[in-house]
């Protein structure tokens, strides 16, 4: 009985917010991609991925994020990360993906930058 | 195997990161090392068991899977990590240029920049064994921002 | 071993407690018990291989110790914890009266008032096998404020 | 190389608090037992044990503290927990020792009640 992943969503103006909680790992990690996906394929004008409940994130859960980025992109969607925890944020740095994704520090400034 | 020391059996199924995450952050702990360098510890363990489950076992979940931890002579920690999957050439596990955006590719990356040490081999029949150690008195490989 | 599910493999040596605890803790939360019933069940299964340590192998640190968790049918937990240590009569293991205060004496009361199931039996040679067990719905046993 | 057990003393009007921190397990509870034997034979007229700090305990644990506080009874001290977890309040309970212990919500009330 393997807990699957929570996300919380809140539908804004120009698009969505999206709230995972949890640890995302190999495990956790095709439930994001799925619904990534779902929702980039909506056209959102704007996805923000507040991960001020991700504990921890390992490769899997970058590489998930990093495809979503691209069809993001194919879009015409802005993807927009926000509320890294510490650990969360050194596997961007590690990866060097700081660069690469826009990442706000919070959720108002993600929303309305 | 030494008096502290600890060795973990469990299936290719990735429901059973978590726990070997918590074991091996709380060993890395006992051993001495700072919370930081728990999460670079910790992370590459799970990248090396996540390759195991996926490249090894093409991610079957039912892959027999060893994890070994013990306390480095002089401090530090020494991981062993063995499979009965597929092998791969060792000599082809570099990491991949980072500036080429794209999804995955990053574990051995991750795995080469937190231990001091790491060696693949492949088993004498079937699957790899992969040893990683870091001394407690190395400090974090410096992550440059942006990859040469 | 069913896929969700870990075997764990340690000496004797109090040191290696900590680690264990930390992984039952991840795996009992992986399999649905709320924070509550985490500490019960790690204390328990801490009261367990400390008996090992201290009566089964007489406070050795070198003798081999395996813990085995895995999930139960229709949800909980399953223990298994075995020695090669000194042998008991299970018939023995019988909590003490508590209004009887001194030191020690009060693994057997956490092992039995955690879990629903407990069951020690003498292994074919030598060393105990201990099986503890406690299903998602049950409720934690009452806890009277005075022994009977 | 096992980190040993840290605790903090401080020497008040009435005798002394002992503040050790980290999980009293069965590594841990042979040092504490050798800290607390001293400490009694000190014969301080109040011993104080701010358990604040202390994230987990066993049996060994207890099994410690019952032993010192025998030891405090026939030396004439008064020994007193204060600031016990909820984790380390339940082993109590279970064990039904906290009735049998003077248990303080605060220091200052353990120190001068
Ligand atoms: N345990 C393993 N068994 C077999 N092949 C492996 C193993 N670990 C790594 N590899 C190979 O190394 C490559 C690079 O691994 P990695 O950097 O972790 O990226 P990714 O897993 O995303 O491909 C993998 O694609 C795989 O071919
Ligand atoms: N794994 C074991 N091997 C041998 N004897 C055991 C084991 N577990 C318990 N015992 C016996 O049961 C008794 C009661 O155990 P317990 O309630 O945990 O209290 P304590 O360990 O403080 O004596 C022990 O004193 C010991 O004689």
Redesign the interface.
């Known amino acids: 009985m393997p807990p699957s992943l929570q996300i919380q969503t809140e539908s804004i103006a120009n698009g969505m917010v999206l709230r995972p909680s949890g640890e995302i790992d190999l495990a956790r990690s095709p439930e994001l991609r799925l619904r990534l996906r779902e929702e980039v394929d909506a056209l959102p004008r704007r996805l923000v991925i507040d991960l001020s409940a991700v504990g921890y994130m390992d490769s899997s859960g970058v590489a998930t994020l990093v495809e979503a980025l691209q069809r993001s992109k194919t879009a015409g969607c802005r993807l927009i990360l926000c509320c890294l925890q510490p650990k969360v944020r050194s596997i961007f740095a590690i990866s060097r993906l700081d660069t690469v994704f826009e990442i706000a520090l919070s959720v108002d400034d993600a929303k309305t930058r | 195997?030494t008096?502290?020391?600890?060795?973990?059996?469990?299936?290719s199924?990735?429901?059973?990161?978590?726990?070997?995450?918590?074991?091996v952050?709380?060993?890395a702990?006992?051993?001495?090392f700072d919370e930081?360098r728990r999460?670079?510890i910790v992370?590459a363990v799970?990248?090396a068991i996540?390759n195991s489950?996926?490249h090894g076992y093409g991610s079957r979940?039912?892959g027999p899977i060893t994890l070994r931890?013990a306390?480095l002579d002089g401090?530090g920690v020494r991981i062993e990590l063995e499979d009965e999957g597929k092998q791969v050439d060792p000599g082809n596990l570099t990491p991949r240029d980072?500036?080429d955006?794209?999804?995955?590719g990053?574990?051995i990356?991750?795995i080469r920049?937190t231990f001091q040490n790491c060696r693949w081999v492949r088993k004498q029949d079937t699957g790899m064994a992969v040893t990683l150690e870091l001394p407690l008195t190395s400090s974090l490989k410096d992550?440059p921002?942006?990859?040469p």
């Open positions: 195997m008096e502290s020391a600890l060795e973990l059996r469990f299936l199924h990735a429901e059973n990161l978590a726990s070997v995450r918590a074991c952050d709380r060993f702990a006992s051993v001495g930081e999460g670079r992370l799970d990248e996540t489950i996926r979940t039912d931890l306390e401090g980072l500036s955006v794209r999804p995955g990053l574990g990356h991750i920049s992550l921002r942006r990859a």
